[in-house]
């Protein structure tokens, strides 16, 4: 089974921004600042086993939701094979906290035959750089989550998407849910209310990026800038990265 790293560079900013608009707006860095440079790099060839001297097939790119289609062509082509184990590395666990995607997914997507055609982009339950992952994760590409978070630790993992609705369970759980049952559920405040049938059910667990060792390379490495959660001082990290990468642009 292969296994997939996926690496958002505002895991090493301090403090951690934890909310803004879905643009290329920076960071302001007289709030944000970069950790530094040498542990920026132990994390990279210890933690997440990232070598310059070998370096691991992948992608650098902007946005977060475009790692979603970069996995759905690698699909595609037949180089990642589904389902494939995701450390999600990141300030946030892009799982949808904060908008409506769960209901879009588990009531609508979750149905649809052609998992590989473009959802719905954009508002508060089409597919963005915040919830990506949870389409994935609808769609069966991925088989185990990792969360690698934040020193910080923000609670953004939404139990809507977890076993037993208990976030604390140790699994995703991916459910069909009858149409209008999450806005019933809203009136009653009880989940006893939702009619649904348990679709996939996975491995979840979060740790902090202190804590994390990757015990084996990546198959795959997908790392995003996310400028609008990094100020400018952090771009050095790219030409760091580069040499750590070999790039996959061109195929996908």
Not at 80 to 107: C, N, R, T, W
Not at 128 to 143: K, M, P, Q, T, Y
Not at 190 to 204: G, K, N
């Amino acid at each position: 089974m292969q296994k997939i790293l996926d690496l958002d560079l505002d895991i090493f900013v301090r403090p951690l921004k934890t909310f803004c608009k879905e643009n290329l707006m920076r960071a302001e860095s007289k709030f944000h600042k970069p950790m530094p440079e040498s542990e920026i790099i132990y994390a990279l060839d210890q933690r997440l086993a990232l070598s310059a001297t070998s370096p691991t097939p992948g992608t650098l790119t902007d946005l977060h939701k475009s790692v979603y289609y970069q996995w759905r062509d690698l699909i595609s082509t037949g180089e990642l094979k589904p389902p494939f184990e995701v450390i999600h590395v990141d300030g946030h666990a892009d799982l949808g906290m904060g908008d409506s995607s769960f209901i879009y997914l588990q009531e609508e997507w979750i149905y649809e035959a052609d998992k590989m055609k473009a959802p719905k982009e954009g508002g508060w339950s089409g597919l963005g750089c915040g919830n990506f992952l949870a389409f994935a994760i609808v769609n069966g590409w991925v088989s185990s989550l990792t969360y690698v978070c934040h020193e910080e630790a923000p609670d953004d993992v939404n139990r809507m998407f977890f076993k037993d609705w208990n976030k604390e369970s140790g699994f995703i759980q991916t459910k069909r849910v009858q149409k209008g049952d999450f806005e019933k559920a809203s009136y009653s405040l009880s989940e006893d209310s939702i009619r649904y049938e348990p679709d996939l059910t996975i491995p979840f667990r979060r740790l902090p990026l202190g804590e994390y060792m990757a015990e084996t390379a990546f198959d795959f490495a997908f790392v995003v800038r996310s400028p609008s959660y990094t100020p400018v001082e952090l771009d050095f990290v790219n030409d760091i990265i580069e040499k750590r990468i070999q790039s996959l642009t061109r195929r996908c």
